[in-house]
């Protein structure tokens, strides 16, 4: 009777921790997914966008912004690049 009865709780627990982990994986991939998502905004963010969302003290003290000066695309690109990375880094990684 034992047998039975410890084949029985055997297989339960082998279902249940099946269950237990396919379930673990959907929320880690929607997690990831909802992760994906997140970055790739902050990839499609530019400079002026940045500039609505922090404000200036936030900036590197090698950022300095003039309306004389004019930024390539080049260094545009770079510092979208580089802000994004920054707030990837603050939100996601701090907490």
């Given at each position: 009777m034992s047998f039975y009865v410890g084949l029985f709780l055997g297989i339960s627990f082998g279902i249940g921790l099946i269950f237990g982990f396919a379930r673990y994986e959907k929320i880690r991939s929607k997690r990831r997914s909802d992760l994906a998502t997140t970055i790739a905004a902050f990839a499609r963010m530019t400079v002026q966008d940045s500039r609505k969302i922090l404000p200036p003290e936030f900036y590197p003290s090698?950022?300095?912004?003039?309306?004389?000066?004019?930024?390539?695309?080049?260094?545009?690109?770079?510092?979208?690049?580089?802000?994004?990375?920054?707030?990837?880094?603050?939100?996601?990684?701090?907490?």
């Amino acid at each position: 009777m034992s047998f039975y009865v410890g084949l029985f709780l055997g297989i339960s627990f082998g279902i249940g921790l099946i269950f237990g982990f396919a379930r673990y994986e959907k929320i880690r991939s929607k997690r990831r997914s909802d992760l994906a998502t997140t970055i790739a905004a902050f990839a499609r963010m530019t400079v002026q966008d940045s500039r609505k969302i922090l404000p200036p003290e936030f900036y590197p003290s090698w950022v300095v912004f003039t309306q004389r000066q004019k930024l390539s695309s080049i260094y545009n690109s770079s510092f979208s690049l580089f802000l994004s990375l920054s707030f990837f880094f603050f939100f996601f990684l701090s907490s």
